[in-house]
């Protein structure tokens, strides 16, 4: 360090602790949200009084063709919606759906998807 100029010194040092602590920053902004457990609440959810609205809202925009009961029932049948949606929750990507909206899914699923 004797042949390091001081002013040298303590630029190297502040900026490799701005480096730090920008990618410190970066990496708790990069966390998963927390997942919730979706519970129904009794309500009589259908596709078109409930769920058609959340749909449209946050998934149509990506998947033109879940603007219908029929385009979604292709990834209800299989369970790919639940795995998705209630499960993992990672659709919307780059969004999430509000405890709300997955309480009323969950009970549309608990009801056998009716439309």
């Not at 602790?17 to 970066?26: D, I, P, R, T, W």
């Amino acid at each position: 360090m004797r042949t390091m100029k001081k002013s040298s010194y303590y630029y190297f040092t502040g900026t490799l602790v701005a480096v730090l602590l920008s990618v410190g920053f970066s990496a708790s902004s990069c966390k998963k949200k927390k997942k919730v457990t979706p519970v129904c609440d009794g309500t009589n959810a259908t596709y078109n009084n409930t769920v058609k609205a959340i749909v449209n809202s946050s998934c149509v925009g990506c998947h033109s063709s879940y603007s219908t009961y029929s385009g979604l029932s292709s990834i209800t049948s299989n369970g790919q919606f639940t795995q998705h949606v209630l499960t993992d929750q990672d659709m919307p990507e780059g969004s999430s759906l509000t405890s709300d909206q997955l309480n009323k899914i969950q009970c549309w699923v608990n009801n056998g998807y009716p439309q």
